[in-house]
Nanobody, 119 residues
Framework: QVQLVESGGGLVQPGGSLRLSCAAS????????MGWYRQAPGKQRELVAG???????NYADSVKGRFTISRDNAKNTVYLQMNSLKPEDTAVYYC?????????????WGQGTQVTVSS
């Protein structure tokens, strides 16, 4: 079993920045991809960014050029640097980890962290 703990959410003004962290623990040897999803009230959960063990990244079109996913292997932690934040970025952000792909039945979820972008 894998445990994921997110941190770093909060309230920021439009144009501001936040960095989210996701620390993984447990049986992490089988984890090959980690990423971030978000879900706004009344909307479906969507993939924001993903990062494979080999360093391949994937971003939602809505965040390309503004968000960056990265990792610190020594700390078993993945980050999401969010810049130029917009009100439409407001959502609960969830860390996810899987053996092959994100979001599937065998993947693991963090508890979520709230990001609110408002003036």
């Amino acid at each position: 079993q894998v445990q994921l703990v997110e941190s770093g959410g909060g309230l920021v003004q439009p144009g501001g920045s936040l960095r989210l962290s996701c620390a993984a623990s447990g049986n992490i040897f089988s984890i090959n991809v980690m990423g971030w999803y978000r879900q706004a009230p009344g909307k479906q959960r969507e993939l924001v960014a993903g990062l494979t063990k080999g360093g391949v990244t994937n971003y939602a079109d809505s965040v390309k050029g503004r968000f960056t996913i990265s990792r610190d292997n020594a700390k078993n932690t993945v980050y999401l640097q969010m810049n130029s934040l917009k009100p439409e970025d407001t959502a609960v952000y969830y860390c996810n980890a899987g053996g092959t792909s994100l979001g599937g039945r065998g993947s693991y979820w963090g508890q979520g962290t709230q990001v609110t972008v408002s003036s």
